[in-house]
């Protein structure tokens, strides 16, 4: 099988991947993962969202694919558990601590793009934010 074709299967089975994430699991250069990935892209079988400086690419839209995603998954969960009707207010180095994902810039960056995505106001209050 063809890796795009190994590259595809990965995608859809972790929802959405960033290039680093294809490198290491099939033990090629972050290039020859963009490659596959921007190829793939280029057919209309994967989408590309940026998310501050990462891109993901997802099998479908964004937030059903980092739903699915191992590292993702929980963060999604704990904010739909947590939203009490339709509204959440959190501390994002907190909950990231919280659910297992290192809370450094990048990660804070795509938790809070998340969370746009999620809901359709946002704001940040001290830092706390607050969405609804």
């Known amino acids: 099988m063809p890796r795009s ?13 960033r290039v680093s994430d294809v490198a290491v699991a099939f033990g090629i250069t972050r290039p020859s993962a963009a490659r596959h990935l ?9 989408r590309a969202y940026a998310l501050g400086p990462v891109m993901y690419y997802c099998d479908g839209d964004l937030l059903t694919g980092l739903s699915r995603h191992p590292k993702w998954r929980r963060f999604v969960e704990t904010v739909a558990a947590r939203a009490k009707n339709g509204r959440v207010s959190v501390r994002l ?3 990231l601590k919280a659910v297992g994902i290192e809370p450094i810039a ?4 795509t938790a809070a793009l998340l969370l ?9 209050r001290g830092k706390v934010q607050v969405c609804q």
């Open 106 to 109: 990048v990660n804070l960056t």
């Open 5 to 17: 074709k190994k590259v595809l299967a990965f995608v859809r089975e972790r929802g959405c991947v």
């Open 93 to 95: 180095s907190k909950l």
């Open 116 to 124: 746009r995505q999620i809901f359709s106001r946002c704001e940040k």
């Open 38 to 46: 921007r190829k793939l892209r280029d057919m209309g079988l994967v």
